[in-house]
């Protein structure tokens, strides 16, 4: 099998501020910006990687999801529980450096794990937790 990662979701309760994060703190290109309001669908990746995304998405929008799952979603991304995703880089502590000086909120410090990865961590607008890992 062939098989390849080409889209990731993460939720957004702010479209505006997620769009910001990702395309002017993290450096993603926009590749589409669909709808309107806090109903948008963004979709964003890494330059040079056209074939990698995340779809940045309202989290309940789905006609299937109950009021009572909209409230346990919302109440999940404030507590930054619901979604998360994992990043990587050859230069962590300039990527920590770029971060933080953009005001994203850290999580952690780079700080070398006790199972041989040296990562940090922040938070998006939304909540999602973004590891960000030290490629060796």
């Not at 703190?25 to 330059?47: C, H, Y």
């Not at 789905?62 to 409230?71: A, I, Q, S």
Request: glycine share 10%.
């Amino acid at each position: 099998m062939d098989i390849t990662i080409h889209t990731s979701f993460l939720p957004h309760d702010d479209p505006d501020a997620s769009l910001t994060f990702y395309r002017d703190t993290l450096g993603f290109e926009v590749r589409n910006d669909v709808g309107q309001g806090k109903m948008r669908w963004i979709t964003v990746g890494p330059a040079g990687q056209p074939g990698t995304s995340i779809l940045l998405a309202p989290p309940a929008a789905d006609p299937g999801v109950t009021d009572d799952e909209r409230r346990t979603i919302a109440e999940m991304m404030a507590k930054g529980t619901y979604g998360w995703i994992l990043l990587a880089t050859p230069d962590l502590d300039g990527t920590f450096e770029k971060l933080q000086a953009g005001d994203a909120e850290v999580v952690q410090e780079p700080t070398e794990q006790p199972y041989g990865i040296r990562d940090c961590a922040f938070r998006d607008p939304a909540g999602n937790l973004v590891r960000i890992q030290e490629v060796r």
